[in-house]
């Protein structure tokens, strides 16, 4: 019992339950039971070894003070390359803002757009925080459906034809989690033309999965599209890309109008991100690329996998959608909830796995297997869920 009174808005806020399915796995195997793990979205790789070293030497170099609150100069300048070198699209390294981590962004362009009366679309199943932050800010979510049909990609008429003149933010993620969806450019095309007719609705493009491409698929970065810079934000950072989950580093290039606005909230919430981090995040970018390479072509075979091994279970089928590193099966056929899916897999067979629903209601049917394991692990999973089934 306390006598403490909370915010209302608290009980707005929801959560992302692969770290509770985290917690439970990592207890489960604390009890000593033989759990795999692909439950959580992140790269099962160790920080390349000069990125590493560059944090450390940083450290050792004195850099132990505050940076600038919107990154290293030297660092927003890297990610102006790499954006030029990747997407072929100028950017001004004073558009770019470091933050610490992908989830800072969506945050802060949720806040700097949601409050009650407006509305803010975003995918559904999707990543959980977007659903949960439109909702803490006390606007109203307005879900995009992504359907299995469509290998989870939007569809650009749905979206434009949800606009109204409350919408003031539209949330997109692709490669996306938790389906692996991966829009068509197509689709992108006609959502950004059909945006020009509402000059009043900013983007938010979730690129975060940009260089988790399989089967040929390429990524499109909405920095391509000059016509909607002036209100598109762009998320991309190097938790996925560079294995650097715990590090807490990511960024975003932000329209001119909001530079301002995102730089006031980081000075009100972080100050900056962590010294040496920055230095590392900077020899990431300027560093060699092969360690990329090489654990996006490992996520690749093991993709062909645990898709192959999905579709060959009793009442299970599995699109290849071709980005991330997810898998989003189709369940219904098992007779089970995504829920009684997701505990009796961790239960019974000791393989964690997210349910759907945990992303959104829409995600009901549907589990999330992230492949960021080895595929011994994920054929000895399959194993065991087969014999469960
Ligand atoms: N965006 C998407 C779509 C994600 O899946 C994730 C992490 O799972 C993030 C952003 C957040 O990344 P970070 O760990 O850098 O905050």
Request: proline residues 6%.
């Amino acid at each position: 019992m306390t006598g403490m009174i909370f915010a209302d808005s608290l009980s707005r806020l929801g959560t992302e339950s692969a770290f509770m399915v985290l917690a439970r796995a990592q207890k489960l195997a604390a009890q000593g039971k033989d759990i795999i793990n692909l439950g959580i979205g992140q790269p099962d790789f160790r920080t390349p070894d000069h990125i590493v070293e560059a944090g450390i030497k940083a450290l050792r170099d004195g850099h132990h003070g505050y940076t600038p609150a919107n990154g290293i100069p030297a660092l927003r300048e890297a990610v102006a390359a790499d954006l030029n070198a990747r997407h072929g699209v100028e950017v001004n390294p004073d558009n770019v803002v470091v933050v610490p981590g992908g989830k800072p962004t969506m945050f802060f362009a949720v806040m700097m757009f949601g409050q009650p009366g407006v509305e803010i679309m975003y995918p559904n199943p999707g990543f959980p925080i977007y659903e949960s932050v439109i909702r803490y800010s006390g606007a109203t979510p307005v879900p995009i459906s992504l359907e299995e049909k469509n290998g989870f990609a939007f569809s650009a008429e749905d979206v434009l034809s949800k606009i109204t003149d409350r919408t003031r933010l539209i949330i997109i993620n692709s490669p996306a989690n938790p389906t692996g969806g991966v829009t068509p450019k197509e689709e992108i095309d006609k959502l950004v033309a059909g945006l020009l007719d509402h000059p009043h609705v900013a983007l938010m493009s979730d690129e975060i999965y940009s260089q988790m491409l399989y089967g040929g698929r390429e990524h499109v970065s909405l920095l391509q599209y000059p016509e909607i810079r002036d209100r598109l934000i762009m998320l991309d950072g190097w938790s996925k890309t560079y294995a650097m989950t715990g590090w807490r580093l990511g960024y975003a290039v932000w329209p001119d109008a909001a530079v301002d606005h995102v730089t006031r909230l980081c000075i009100n919430d972080h100050s900056c991100v962590n010294a040496p981090t920055q230095y590392a995040g900077l020899a990431a970018l300027t560093g060699p690329q092969d360690a990329v390479r090489d654990m996006v072509a490992q996520f690749d075979a093991r993709r062909e996998v645990i898709v192959r091994e999905l579709n060959t279970l009793p009442g299970i089928s599995c699109t290849d959608c071709g980005g991330a590193f997810y898998a989003f099966p189709n369940i219904t056929g098992t007779g089970l909830t995504a829920k009684q899916a997701q505990d009796r897999f961790l239960d019974e067979a000791g393989v964690a796995t997210v349910a759907g629903t945990s992303f959104g209601a829409r995600g009901e049917g549907y589990l999330r297997f992230s492949y960021a394991n080895s595929t011994e692990n994920i054929l000895e999973a399959m194993a065991r869920i087969r014999k469960l089934l």
